[in-house]
């Protein structure tokens, strides 16, 4: 799984970098197709940053969320929260899916 943190109109430090890799290598745990993960940081004006996920699986459309705030950390947890919420309900309509006769 290959994970990738950019940045528009700011600089990525390394410690939002290591934060950002840190919470999106979490998801794994809840599918386990994940191919790439790509964080992509924006900051709009000098107090609101948007941070959107976009996580590629396999054999499916790639899982997409953002969120806008003043705090890029706080925005960080929100998408991961989302993604977290999205991939659990994608594997269960799998798992079910299976199930029905």
Not at 8 to 21: F, G, N, P, V
């Amino acid at each position: 799984m290959e994970i990738t943190v950019s940045g528009r109109h700011l600089e990525i430090t390394e410690s939002m970098k290591q934060y950002a890799e840190q919470k999106a290598a979490k998801l794994p745990r809840y599918y386990d197709r994940i191919r790439t993960i790509e964080i992509v940081s924006d900051k709009h004006d000098s107090f609101n940053y948007q941070v959107e996920v976009i996580v590629k699986v396999h054999q499916h459309d790639p899982f997409i969320a953002s969120s806008c705030g003043d705090d890029l950390y706080a925005c960080i947890d929100d998408v991961v929260d989302k993604l977290e919420r999205q991939l659990t309900d994608h594997k269960e309509k799998l798992r079910n899916r299976k199930h029905n006769t």
